[in-house]
Protein backbone atom coordinates (compact mmCIF):
# COMPACT_ATOMS: atom_id res chain seq x y z
CA UNK A 1 0.00 0.00 0.00
CA UNK A 2 1.22 3.84 -0.71
CA UNK A 3 1.24 6.71 1.58
CA UNK A 4 -1.90 7.81 0.31
CA UNK A 5 -3.67 5.03 0.44
CA UNK A 6 -2.59 3.74 3.94
CA UNK A 7 -3.21 7.77 4.96
CA UNK A 8 -7.06 7.32 3.86
CA UNK A 9 -7.63 4.06 5.53
CA UNK A 10 -6.38 6.00 9.14
CA UNK A 11 -8.73 8.91 8.68
CA UNK A 12 -11.25 6.94 7.85
CA UNK A 13 -11.11 4.26 10.91
CA UNK A 14 -9.95 7.51 13.49
CA UNK A 15 -13.35 8.89 12.00
CA UNK A 16 -15.56 6.08 13.09
CA UNK A 17 -14.71 6.00 16.27
CA UNK A 18 -15.32 9.81 16.25
CA UNK A 19 -11.79 10.98 17.35
CA UNK A 20 -11.75 14.82 16.62
CA UNK A 21 -8.46 15.45 14.32
CA UNK A 22 -9.07 12.41 12.23
CA UNK A 23 -6.99 13.71 9.17
CA UNK A 24 -3.91 15.63 11.54
CA UNK A 25 -3.50 12.55 13.51
CA UNK A 26 -2.99 10.43 10.89
CA UNK A 27 -0.52 12.22 8.87
CA UNK A 28 1.42 12.54 12.61
CA UNK A 29 0.81 9.26 13.34
CA UNK A 30 2.15 8.21 9.86
CA UNK A 31 5.15 10.32 9.58
CA UNK A 32 6.27 8.70 12.99
CA UNK A 33 5.75 4.98 11.83
CA UNK A 34 7.87 6.07 8.87
CA UNK A 35 10.10 8.50 10.52
CA UNK A 36 9.87 10.90 8.01
CA UNK A 37 8.05 14.96 8.71
CA UNK A 38 4.87 15.55 7.45
CA UNK A 39 6.18 17.38 3.86
CA UNK A 40 7.43 14.00 2.86
CA UNK A 41 3.81 12.53 3.14
CA UNK A 42 2.24 15.11 1.52
CA UNK A 43 4.58 15.34 -1.35
CA UNK A 44 5.08 11.90 -1.72
CA UNK A 45 1.52 10.29 -1.56
CA UNK A 46 2.67 6.76 -4.03
CA UNK A 47 5.81 5.94 -1.93
CA UNK A 48 5.20 1.88 -0.56
CA UNK A 49 5.60 1.42 2.82
CA UNK A 50 7.33 -1.83 3.75
CA UNK A 51 5.59 -4.14 6.06
CA UNK A 52 7.24 -2.79 9.56
CA UNK A 53 5.91 0.55 8.92
CA UNK A 54 2.19 -0.51 7.98
CA UNK A 55 2.02 -2.89 11.00
CA UNK A 56 3.65 0.18 13.30
CA UNK A 57 1.23 2.73 11.72
CA UNK A 58 -2.11 0.26 11.95
CA UNK A 59 -1.08 -0.16 15.86
CA UNK A 60 -1.11 3.35 16.85
CA UNK A 61 -4.40 4.25 14.60
CA UNK A 62 -5.48 1.49 17.01
CA UNK A 63 -4.28 3.07 20.10
CA UNK A 64 -5.60 6.52 19.39
CA UNK A 65 -8.73 4.75 18.05
CA UNK A 66 -9.11 4.22 21.99
CA UNK A 67 -8.24 7.51 23.13
CA UNK A 68 -4.71 7.67 23.62
CA UNK A 69 -2.95 11.05 23.31
CA UNK A 70 -0.72 11.82 20.26
CA UNK A 71 1.73 12.78 22.43
CA UNK A 72 1.92 8.95 24.02
CA UNK A 73 2.10 7.68 21.26
CA UNK A 74 4.87 9.37 19.53
CA UNK A 75 6.55 9.73 22.86
CA UNK A 76 7.06 13.55 21.80
CA UNK A 77 5.92 17.14 23.13
CA UNK A 78 6.71 20.59 21.91
CA UNK A 79 6.65 22.74 24.95
CA UNK A 80 8.17 26.09 25.23
CA UNK A 81 11.12 26.39 22.81
CA UNK A 82 11.96 22.84 23.31
CA UNK A 83 10.80 19.20 22.28
CA UNK A 84 10.49 16.82 25.21
CA UNK A 85 10.05 13.23 25.75
CA UNK A 86 7.11 11.49 27.14
CA UNK A 87 5.64 9.03 27.66
CA UNK A 88 2.74 7.60 30.27
CA UNK A 89 4.77 8.26 33.54
CA UNK A 90 4.55 12.05 33.07
CA UNK A 91 2.18 14.54 32.60
CA UNK A 92 2.05 15.94 28.59
CA UNK A 93 3.13 19.55 29.05
CA UNK A 94 0.37 21.91 28.16
CA UNK A 95 0.69 25.22 26.76
CA UNK A 96 -1.01 27.17 30.02
CA UNK A 97 1.50 25.94 32.03
CA UNK A 98 4.06 27.99 29.48
CA UNK A 99 2.69 30.77 31.62
CA UNK A 100 5.30 30.23 34.57
CA UNK A 101 8.38 30.09 31.80
CA UNK A 102 7.10 33.48 30.46
CA UNK A 103 7.12 35.37 33.62
CA UNK A 104 10.42 33.87 35.03
CA UNK A 105 11.75 35.65 31.82
CA UNK A 106 10.26 38.74 32.65
CA UNK A 107 11.51 38.57 36.28
CA UNK A 108 15.04 37.39 35.56
CA UNK A 109 17.55 39.41 33.21
CA UNK A 110 19.92 36.86 30.94
CA UNK A 111 23.00 36.58 33.05
CA UNK A 112 21.09 36.72 36.62
CA UNK A 113 22.64 33.64 38.62
CA UNK A 114 20.82 31.75 40.66
CA UNK A 115 19.30 28.26 42.11
CA UNK A 116 16.21 27.14 41.12
CA UNK A 117 14.09 24.09 42.71
CA UNK A 118 11.33 22.50 40.35
CA UNK A 119 8.74 20.83 43.21
CA UNK A 120 6.63 17.92 41.10
CA UNK A 121 8.70 18.10 38.26
CA UNK A 122 7.61 15.29 35.88
CA UNK A 123 8.81 15.76 32.43
CA UNK A 124 11.21 18.55 33.37
CA UNK A 125 9.78 21.03 30.97
CA UNK A 126 9.47 23.55 33.39
CA UNK A 127 12.67 23.49 34.51
CA UNK A 128 14.63 22.36 31.60
CA UNK A 129 13.30 25.20 29.82
CA UNK A 130 13.86 27.54 31.92
CA UNK A 131 17.54 26.57 32.16
CA UNK A 132 17.97 26.53 28.03
CA UNK A 133 16.95 30.92 28.59
CA UNK A 134 18.76 31.37 31.00
CA UNK A 135 22.66 30.16 31.32
CA UNK A 136 23.37 31.20 34.68
CA UNK A 137 20.79 29.61 35.89
CA UNK A 138 21.03 26.03 38.60
CA UNK A 139 18.48 23.98 38.50
CA UNK A 140 16.86 20.89 41.26
CA UNK A 141 14.03 19.25 40.50
CA UNK A 142 12.03 16.56 42.37
CA UNK A 143 9.37 14.42 41.94
CA UNK A 144 7.63 11.24 43.58
CA UNK A 145 7.67 9.43 40.56
CA UNK A 146 10.97 7.85 40.71
CA UNK A 147 9.96 6.48 36.84
CA UNK A 148 9.22 10.44 36.21
CA UNK A 149 12.52 10.95 37.02
CA UNK A 150 13.97 8.79 34.51
CA UNK A 151 11.93 10.90 31.99
CA UNK A 152 13.42 13.96 33.19
CA UNK A 153 17.10 13.44 33.64
CA UNK A 154 16.40 11.95 30.04
CA UNK A 155 15.18 15.36 28.66
CA UNK A 156 18.08 17.05 30.29
CA UNK A 157 20.81 14.79 28.94
CA UNK A 158 18.74 15.62 25.00
CA UNK A 159 18.91 18.85 25.87
CA UNK A 160 22.32 19.20 27.34
CA UNK A 161 21.96 20.33 30.36
CA UNK A 162 23.44 17.67 32.37
CA UNK A 163 25.86 19.86 33.94
CA UNK A 164 23.55 22.75 35.40
CA UNK A 165 20.39 20.55 36.63
CA UNK A 166 20.02 17.66 39.48
CA UNK A 167 17.06 15.37 40.08
CA UNK A 168 16.04 13.69 43.14
CA UNK A 169 13.37 11.10 43.62
CA UNK A 170 11.46 12.57 46.56
CA UNK A 171 8.39 13.28 47.86
CA UNK A 172 7.66 16.93 49.00
CA UNK A 173 7.88 15.87 52.70
CA UNK A 174 10.92 14.16 52.71
CA UNK A 175 12.82 16.80 50.18
CA UNK A 176 15.25 19.07 52.70
CA UNK A 177 18.46 20.15 50.35
CA UNK A 178 19.38 23.32 49.13
CA UNK A 179 18.14 26.99 49.68
CA UNK A 180 16.25 28.48 46.50
CA UNK A 181 16.25 32.10 44.78
CA UNK A 182 13.35 30.69 42.38
CA UNK A 183 10.85 28.14 43.63
CA UNK A 184 8.34 26.92 40.55
CA UNK A 185 5.56 24.44 40.82
CA UNK A 186 2.89 22.62 38.74
CA UNK A 187 1.41 20.39 41.36
CA UNK A 188 -1.41 17.81 41.08
CA UNK A 189 -4.30 20.35 41.68
CA UNK A 190 -7.82 18.72 40.39
CA UNK A 191 -9.97 17.73 43.27
CA UNK A 192 -11.10 14.05 43.57
CA UNK A 193 -14.53 14.74 42.08
CA UNK A 194 -13.64 16.43 39.39
CA UNK A 195 -10.97 13.89 38.18
CA UNK A 196 -13.39 11.96 36.52
CA UNK A 197 -15.51 14.71 34.23
CA UNK A 198 -11.73 15.74 32.73
CA UNK A 199 -11.23 14.77 28.97
CA UNK A 200 -11.42 11.25 28.13
CA UNK A 201 -7.97 10.95 26.38
CA UNK A 202 -6.10 12.92 30.15
CA UNK A 203 -8.39 10.49 32.73
CA UNK A 204 -8.17 7.45 30.98
CA UNK A 205 -4.41 8.19 30.23
CA UNK A 206 -2.49 10.41 32.46
CA UNK A 207 -0.84 9.89 35.54
CA UNK A 208 -3.20 10.20 38.27
CA UNK A 209 -0.28 11.15 40.48
CA UNK A 210 0.38 13.96 38.84
CA UNK A 211 -3.48 15.42 38.45
CA UNK A 212 -5.16 14.61 41.97
CA UNK A 213 -5.22 16.66 44.37
CA UNK A 214 -6.70 14.93 47.16
CA UNK A 215 -10.65 15.37 48.48
CA UNK A 216 -10.62 19.34 48.20
CA UNK A 217 -7.95 19.81 45.66
CA UNK A 218 -5.75 21.65 47.59
CA UNK A 219 -3.52 18.43 49.36
CA UNK A 220 -0.58 18.69 47.51
CA UNK A 221 -0.81 22.29 46.56
CA UNK A 222 -0.52 22.86 50.69
CA UNK A 223 2.86 20.66 51.13
CA UNK A 224 3.80 22.34 48.05
CA UNK A 225 3.43 26.05 49.21
CA UNK A 226 4.35 24.99 53.26
CA UNK A 227 7.82 22.85 51.53
CA UNK A 228 8.70 26.07 49.44
CA UNK A 229 8.23 28.69 52.31
CA UNK A 230 10.72 25.86 54.23
CA UNK A 231 13.33 25.79 51.63
CA UNK A 232 13.30 29.41 49.89
CA UNK A 233 15.45 32.19 50.34
CA UNK A 234 14.14 35.38 51.83
CA UNK A 235 12.71 37.77 48.80
CA UNK A 236 12.88 34.64 46.98
CA UNK A 237 10.26 34.05 44.12
CA UNK A 238 7.47 31.37 44.13
CA UNK A 239 5.49 31.04 40.84
CA UNK A 240 2.84 28.35 41.31
CA UNK A 241 0.23 26.88 38.48
CA UNK A 242 -3.40 26.50 40.17
CA UNK A 243 -6.54 25.53 39.30
CA UNK A 244 -9.22 27.70 37.95
CA UNK A 245 -11.24 27.96 41.62
CA UNK A 246 -8.44 28.21 43.79
CA UNK A 247 -7.07 31.72 43.23
CA UNK A 248 -8.39 32.83 46.42
CA UNK A 249 -7.26 29.89 48.82
CA UNK A 250 -4.06 30.02 47.76
CA UNK A 251 -3.52 33.38 48.05
CA UNK A 252 -4.91 32.99 51.89
CA UNK A 253 -2.39 30.11 52.14
CA UNK A 254 0.60 31.55 50.69
CA UNK A 255 -0.05 34.68 53.03
CA UNK A 256 0.19 32.38 56.03
CA UNK A 257 3.15 31.12 55.07
CA UNK A 258 5.32 34.52 54.65
CA UNK A 259 4.55 35.14 51.15
CA UNK A 260 3.66 38.66 49.62
CA UNK A 261 1.50 38.05 46.44
CA UNK A 262 2.92 39.86 43.39
CA UNK A 263 0.34 38.58 40.74
CA UNK A 264 -1.98 36.10 40.03
CA UNK A 265 -2.19 35.61 36.20
CA UNK A 266 -4.95 34.37 33.89
CA UNK A 267 -4.34 31.14 31.17
CA UNK A 268 -5.24 31.39 27.64
CA UNK A 269 -8.81 30.34 28.31
CA UNK A 270 -9.28 33.41 30.96
CA UNK A 271 -9.06 31.69 33.84
CA UNK A 272 -6.70 32.07 36.82
CA UNK A 273 -3.54 29.80 36.18
CA UNK A 274 -0.77 30.88 38.22
CA UNK A 275 0.47 32.81 41.04
CA UNK A 276 3.88 34.72 41.77
CA UNK A 277 4.97 35.20 44.87
CA UNK A 278 7.99 36.47 47.02
CA UNK A 279 8.94 35.25 50.62
CA UNK A 280 9.51 38.07 52.85
N1 LIG B 1 -3.95 21.46 33.79
C1 LIG B 1 -4.04 20.05 33.95
C2 LIG B 1 -5.37 19.54 33.39
O1 LIG B 1 -6.32 20.26 33.35
C3 LIG B 1 -3.91 19.66 35.41
C4 LIG B 1 -2.53 19.78 35.84
C5 LIG B 1 -2.36 19.60 37.30
O2 LIG B 1 -3.16 19.03 38.05
N2 LIG B 1 -1.31 20.14 37.71
O3 LIG B 1 -5.45 18.45 32.91
Known sequence: MNIENVLIEGINALQISRVSNPQL???ILLSNSIN???KHIILNPKEILNTDQLTN???????RKKGEPIAYLINKKEFWNNEFFVNKDVLIPRPDT????EEVL???SKNTQLQVLDIGTGSGCILLSILKERSNFYGTGIDI???SINVSKFNAKHLNLNNRVKFFHSSVDNFKIGKYDLIVSNPPYIELLSLKYLEKDVVNFEPKLALSGGFDGFSKIRKVISKASALIKKNGKFILEIGFNQKNKVMKILKEEGFYINKAIKD???NDRCIISTKI
Open 25 to 27: DSE
Open 36 to 38: KDK
Open 57 to 63: FKNLIER
Open 98 to 101: ELII
Open 106 to 108: KIY
Open 145 to 147: SKK
Open 268 to 270: YGN
